[in-house]
C-alpha cells in the first residue's frame, strides 16, 4: 500500500543577499543564532548533513543528505529524524530557493515527500514558519527571534 504524501511551502521575502541567504542556511555559527541548532556539512552533493543542538548537550536531531547544492540558489536536503535515519520511508525532502528579487532575495522553502498526517509533517508545518521569520529577522536586524518560545495563555 503506498504512503500518502503531503508537502509544505514556505515563502518570504528577506533584505539581503543571496549569498547571506545561503550561508545563513550552511554555516553552523550563523544558523545558530536563528535557529538554536548548528546545520553541520561540508554540502557537497552526496555528503551526510547533521542538524545539531546548539547547546551543551549537542544532540544530533535530524540527518540527511546533501542532494543538491548550488550556491547561492539552490540547495536541496533529505531530512529525517535521527532516532529513524535507519528507515528510508522516514526521509522527506527540503528544496532552499534563493532568487534575487529587486534588492531583497525571495527564499521558498518546499518540504516534500511527508508522510501525510505524521508527526513530522505536523512538527515542520509549526516549525518553518518561526524558524524562517528567525532568519529574516537576524539578517535584517542582527537579532534573531526565540525559536523555542511557547504561545501565551489566553
Given at each position: 500500500?503506498?504512503r500518502?504524501?503531503?508537502?509544505?511551502?514556505?515563502?518570504?521575502?528577506?533584505?539581503?543577499?543571496?549569498?547571506?541567504?545561503?550561508?545563513?542556511?550552511?554555516?553552523?555559527?550563523?544558523?545558530?543564532?536563528?535557529?538554536g541548532?548548528?546545520n553541520?556539512?561540508?554540502?557537497?552533493?552526496?555528503?551526510?548533513?547533521?542538524?545539531?543542538?546548539?547547546?551543551?548537550?549537542?544532540?544530533?536531531?535530524?540527518?540527511?543528505?546533501?542532494?543538491?547544492?548550488?550556491?547561492?540558489?539552490r540547495?536541496?536536503?533529505?531530512?529525517?529524524?535521527?532516532s529513524?535515519?535507519?528507515?528510508?520511508?522516514?526521509?522527506?525532502?527540503?528544496?532552499f530557493?534563493?532568487?534575487?528579487?529587486?534588492?531583497?532575495?525571495?527564499?521558498?522553502?518546499?518540504?516534500?515527500?511527508?508522510?501525510?498526517?505524521?508527526?513530522?509533517a505536523?512538527?515542520?508545518?509549526?516549525?518553518?514558519?518561526?524558524?524562517?521569520?528567525?532568519?529574516?529577522?537576524?539578517?535584517?536586524t542582527?537579532?534573531?527571534?526565540?525559536?523555542?518560545?511557547k504561545?501565551?495563555?489566553?
Amino acid at each position: 500500500m503506498a504512503r500518502e504524501l503531503t508537502s509544505f511551502i514556505y515563502v518570504t521575502y528577506i533584505a539581503s543577499t543571496p549569498e547571506k541567504v545561503f550561508d545563513a542556511i550552511t554555516r553552523p555559527e550563523i544558523a545558530r543564532r536563528y535557529w538554536g541548532h548548528e546545520n553541520v556539512s561540508d554540502w557537497t552533493p552526496g555528503s551526510r548533513w547533521q542538524h545539531v543542538r546548539a547547546n551543551d548537550t549537542r544532540s544530533v536531531e535530524l540527518v540527511g543528505e546533501v542532494r543538491e547544492s548550488s550556491p547561492p540558489s539552490r540547495l536541496v536536503i533529505t531530512w529525517a529524524a535521527a532516532s529513524q535515519a535507519d528507515n528510508p520511508d522516514s526521509y522527506s525532502r527540503v528544496t532552499f530557493d534563493i532568487t534575487p528579487y529587486e534588492d531583497m532575495v525571495k527564499l521558498t522553502v518546499t518540504h516534500d515527500e511527508l508522510e501525510a498526517g505524521s508527526s513530522m509533517a505536523a512538527g515542520i508545518s509549526q516549525g518553518w514558519p518561526i524558524v524562517l521569520s528567525s532568519l529574516k529577522s537576524l539578517l535584517e536586524t542582527g537579532q534573531g527571534l526565540d525559536v523555542f518560545a511557547k504561545p501565551k495563555a489566553a
